[in-house]
Structure formats: structure tokens, C-alpha cells
């Protein structure tokens, strides 16, 4: 459903049994989420497989893949796959390309000297790829020798490309070469307030956030369901997220106080827990979405939390 200025999406959970993604897909789409978005984590499964999975067994739900690592996918090939994509399923795919996780991919060998070169050569090159001009590119990381893709291969509506970044020059970079920006979670409306004073769009620029959440009747289970997620909050890579938040220095010093990510986890405050994610009543979690689209997120995309995702899923589509 699109509310207040912004649409409400859920996330595919990385570890979700694979006869499941199917069914997840369909149900996803008959509860009226307006998108559904499919992570490509190093060890799980790819972004593309399961987008043209779910595109192909749905028909009406937006799709959306969060996020292809540029330095590990050629880009010409990488435009092939899109352009397909979109011509099978017009105006149904959105696509977010980042730097990925930097131990990720250190670990296989693909973290670049400057990822914020590569980012902006790749979502320029890519773009033009996909709306068929003829792409002559020599640079830093990105060389592509007069390709056009033919005009038979073109989507007829070409997708959005989305900059799946964190951190005040990535930011900027994703304000000067894509059609929007992914916020991995957790996003609070400070963190969306301080992203959007560094991308500085000077035109048309969807913000899509995505968050831990769960909605139950007793909003402290909903706290309980969101909490193990939340366990990573404390580490480096996170540190963009919460700097602006009022207890930013009392996270830090609470993590540097447990012994292990879990024991953190559990000493969260519950209030902080409620700015960490989207959990609580179905009106609370809706209070939260408002705050969210009125800080300037164009799409809130709900990560469900459990053992029985299907169930989770359920019970996120209370919100709509």
C-alpha cells in the first residue's frame, strides 16, 4: 500500500528455506505489499536468480535486488542480465548496486583500491548500457570498448538503478550517478535526515530503507522477535547508522562492555530497540513507517524475524 508519500515493502530473508521463496513471493504479493526485495549475501543466494524467480511466479508486486556487488559482476554482462529482466517483467525491477560488505570482498579477492571510483564508473556505464547508447569507457575500473546492446535486447522501460551505500562520500557519489539509494538497516528517521543532507540530490531521487521488524499484539514479543537482529548494531561497519541517534556514545560504550555480539544484543534498552527497528503494535509500527516517509524514505522495507518467516510475514502485513 502507498501511505503518506511512500510504499511498504518486505525483504526475502537470506536463510529462507529455498522451497519457501516461492510461496513467500505469492503471499507477499496477496497481502498488498507494494514491493518485495531479494538480498545477494556472500554464502547464501544470488540476487538475480531469485529475483527472476519470484518476477516469473508473481504479477503484480515490484521487485527489487539489494545489492550487486560492482567489483564482483562485469558490468556489460551485468546490463544483459538487467535488460532481460525488464523487457520479461516492464516496470516491475529495480536494481541496487554497491561495494558490498568490505571483508566480504577482500575475502575473495575483489575489494578495490577506490570502491568510490569504481561505484560511480559502474552506475554510469550501466545506465547508459541500459538505455541503449553506444558506450565507449576507459577508466580507472571500468573499460568497455563501443558496446551497444542491440535494440531487441533494450527493456522498453528502463529500471532504476539504486546506490546500496553507507558513509558521507558514498553517499555524495550516489547523489551524482544513481536513481536512488539503498539504506541497509537499521534506519531511523535521524539517519535518513543525515543520509539525504549527504546525497544532496539535485533531482528525482527514491530513498529506499530497509529495517528488522515485527509486528505482534503484545508489543514486547515484537521487541523479543527484533533484538538477536539488532546484535551487529555495535560493530564499525554499522557506526553511519547510529551516529546520529542521542545515545550514540552509550551503544558504543554498552558494546564495548560485552564479550560477544548475543550478550550485547540482550542488553540493548528496549527503547533503543525501538529506534533500532520497526517492532510493536500494528499501530506503533505504523507510527514508526510515518516517521520514516516524513524524514524522506520513498519505500519501507520490512525484514521479517523468526522461525517461521511465512508466519512473520503474516503478521507484517497487520501494518497495511
Request: hydrophobic share 45%; net charge neutral; proline share 7%.
Amino acid at each position: 500500500m502507498t501511505t503518506r508519500g511512500g510504499t511498504i515493502g518486505v525483504l526475502i530473508p537470506r536463510d529462507i528455506p529455498a522451497g519457501d521463496i516461492v510461496a513467500f513471493a505469492q503471499r507477499a504479493e496477496s497481502h498488498g505489499f507494494d514491493e518485495l526485495w531479494v538480498v545477494e549475501d556472500l554464502g547464501y543466494r544470488g540476487g538475480l536468480a531469485q529475483a527472476a524467480t519470484v518476477l516469473a511466479t508473481t504479477t503484480r508486486i515490484r521487485v527489487g535486488v539489494g545489492l550487486l556487488p560492482a567489483a564482483a559482476r562485469n558490468v556489460a554482462f551485468t546490463a544483459m542480465e538487467i535488460a532481460t529482466l525488464a523487457q520479461l517483467h516492464p516496470g516491475r525491477i529495480d536494481i541496487t548496486v554497491g561495494h558490498g560488505m568490505p571483508h566480504w570482498m577482500r575475502g575473495v579477492g575483489a575489494w578495490p583500491a577506490s570502491p568510490l571510483t569504481l561505484l560511480a564508473e559502474y552506475i554510469t556505464v550501466l545506465k547508459r548500457l541500459l538505455s541503449g547508447q553506444l558506450v565507449h569507457h576507459d577508466g580507472q575500473y571500468v573499460r568497455i570498448d563501443g558496446l551497444r546492446l542491440d535494440a531487441g535486447a533494450l527493456p522498453t522501460r528502463v529500471p532504476a538503478i539504486l546506490a546500496g551505500v553507507r558513509g558521507p562520500r558514498s553517499l555524495a557519489v550516489s547523489g551524482e550517478v544513481a536513481d536512488g539509494t539503498l539504506l541497509a538497516e537499521p534506519v531511523t528517521p535521524a539517519y535518513v535526515r543525515q543520509a539525504l543532507a549527504h546525497i544532496a540530490p539535485g533531482r528525482p531521487h527514491r530513498l529506499v530503507a530497509y529495517n528488522i521488524a515485527a509486528v505482534d499484539d503484545d508489543p514486547t514479543a515484537a521487541l523479543m522477535a527484533v533484538r538477536p537482529a539488532l546484535a551487529v548494531v555495535g560493530e564499525p561497519d554499522w557506526r553511519p547508522h547510529i551516529t546520529p541517534l542521542p545515545f550514540h556514545d552509550e551503544l558504543v560504550a554498552l558494546r564495548s562492555r560485552c564479550d560477544s555480539q548475543r550478550e550485547f544484543a540482550r542488553s540493548l534498552p528496549d527503547e533503543w530497540v525501538r529506534q533500532l527497528a520497526v517492532a510493536g503494535t500494528p499501530s506503533q509500527a505504523r507510527s514508526q513507517l510515518t516517521d520514516l516517509f516524513d524524514a524522506g524514505v520513498s519505500s519501507a522495507v520490512l525484514t521479517p524475524m523468526g522461525a517461521d518467516y511465512l508466519a512473520s510475514l503474516n503478521s507484517l502485513a497487520a501494518v497495511l
